[in-house]
């Protein structure tokens, strides 16, 4: 991230960075246990379960688990992911308020607290469990919704939510636009290759787990290593 908001929202800057590493560790620890229960459920409970009321083994086995063949961790972990991306590339110096870049990552977490609310009336109503890193990523979503908020509250929601939606509507111009503010065509190059290489590792995270555990156990959940 750049020093606009390190220096403006020192704490704030903190404190959003804190959620977002913390949350993508959390949606990759949720990818990892989501192949562990589906595809290797003699290799041992997962480590989230606490209780009988309060375990993951519930929810990872709920049809709400996942998302055209994606576990909700991965696609937690790119959201989380391409966030930290975003705010260490970014530099909203030139924009003028409400900044199109920060409204659109508005308009990216209000949906993504939508989400979390849907999926939260769903364990609420349909699972016999509570998910321990299910609450702590709706906790995640509700607070980075209220830091991105604080940053440029005085713009107004409905403004920033205009702004926002206007700005993800031309977002791959925004993103050429952000490519060629880099300077020169390496570093242009270098930032689209790891954001290519990004999205491949954190959105096929279910597969590189799966692939790890098979290393130790067999598919078919057999307590004796390979």
């Known amino acids: 991230m750049k020093g606009y908001l390190r220096e403006m929202y020192p704490r704030w800057w903190l404190g ?24 290797f459920p003699l290799s041992g409970e997962a480590a989230c379960n606490f209780t009988a009321t309060l375990n993951c083994e519930s929810a990872i086995s709920s049809p709400y688990s996942s998302l055209f063949g994606f576990s909700l961790g991965s696609l937690g ?33 209000t949906a993504s607290l939508g989400v979390s ?20 990523l709706y906790a995640q979503s509700i607070l980075l919704w209220i830091f ?12 920033r939510l205009k702004v926002g939606v206007g700005a993800l509507m031309h977002l791959p ?10 300077g020169d065509r390496v570093s242009s190059f270098g930032i689209l290759g790891v954001t290519i ?8 995270s279910d597969l590189w787990f799966s692939l790890l555990l098979g290393a130790f156990y067999r ?8």
């Open 16 to 39: 959003l960075f804190f959620l977002l590493f913390s949350g993508l560790v959390l949606a990759l620890y949720s990818s990892f246990e989501y192949v562990h229960v589906t595809e």
């Open 117 to 136: 609310f849907i999926l939260f009336l769903i364990s609420l109503l349909t699972l016999e469990a509570w998910g321990p890193v299910c609450l702590a």
């Open 197 to 204: 290489t990004s999205v491949v590792i954190l959105l096929f």
């Open 219 to 226: 598919p078919s959940g057999d307590l004796q290593s390979l």
């Open 77 to 109: 972990a790119l959201f989380y992911g391409l966030s930290l991306l975003f705010f260490l590339l970014y530099d909203p110096e030139a924009e003028e308020s409400p900044r199109r870049g920060l409204s659109g990552f508005f308009v990216a977490t």
């Open 173 to 182: 111009k925004n993103l050429f636009g952000l490519l060629a503010a880099s």
């Open 148 to 159: 991105i908020w604080r940053i440029e509250r005085e713009s107004g929601i409905l403004m």
